[in-house]
């Protein structure tokens, strides 16, 4: 059993995957091709977001997004520390200062209660995190950044292309919503990419030149930019995966439901989802007591877990764990938190499988 199943998914595309590469190799024009505007105009037709600029990596669409926004020295940007490095460190990468706001301890997403007290003169943005492929309180952030002057709102959905806030597509939930195609995330490509959406022409104008270099024009640089070019290859072969991605994105969705049906009988804590909205189940994350045991017993039985995240952000060696303590929530979850085999193509029995060894687990 794999972690994340990307072969299965292979198998099924392949012959499309062919057709999208050898069109590619055909054409020949490998950077910003003719597949990349064909990929962000069908992304930003699935998100209902006005712009999709593709870029290099979802770390660069977040870089770029604040960059955009003449985020640097002297500024604030609230974020969750319980999340994935690359969401902070970019933030500190321009020279601002992250703001850590706990999280909840149902969704482990950033709680919305508590940003309006984390909110200083100097708060220049605001960047939840659709963490484990769920987006948080949108409505009540967006209100809050509005009450402060419009302060823009950066959905980090790395983890949650497909899913859905109210009538709403993640990555169109706020002012910019960045995602990103590693090969693992919902929406993965065969290498590094990923994309910023915005319905603001500014912003999107920004970032298009940002991500050359602050090209404005051919051999015009109106900004300090970033190399953050989009391969075509890689839109291709996203061209080919979006033909299925609404039929993975309803599996995420059966498999995220059976396995909290078993969870749920068994009395095993887990990620809590909010009515109101779907995850797409980037991770099943479940919350465990004694965590060594659990995976030693995965392991044992060849099934491979992983851990998202074992140490809040503002614990890190690189922040001086300057966080210890600060953010209770996290530092607890941190602690219990085990990721399960998850994708679109795991079987019913090999969810069976994975639960009855879990299930073993708590019995020991
Ligand atoms: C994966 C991820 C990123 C970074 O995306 P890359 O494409 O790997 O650069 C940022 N934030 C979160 C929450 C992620 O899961």
Redesign the pocket.
Known sequence: MEFIDLKAQQAALKSELDKRIAAVLAHGRYILGPEVREIEDRLEEYTGAKHCITVS???DA?LISLMALGIGPGDEVITTPF??V??AEVIVFLGATPVFVDIEPGTCNIDANRIEAAITPRTKAIMP?SLYGQPPDMDEINAIALKYGRIPVIE?A??SFGARYKSRKSCNLSMIGCT???PS?PLGGYG?G?AIFTSDDEIAKACRELRVHGQSDRYVHTRIGVGGRFDTLQAAILLAKLERFDWEVEQRLLIGKRYNELMDEAGIQRVRQKDDRTSVFAQYTIFTEDRQVVQEKFKDAGIPTAVHYPMPLNEQPVYKQAGVGKTPVSSEISKHVISLPMSPYLTADDQQTVFRVLAAAYRS
């Open positions: 990596s979802g770390t977040l999340t994935f690359a969401t995190v980090d790395a983890q990103s195609f590693f995330k590094d990923g």
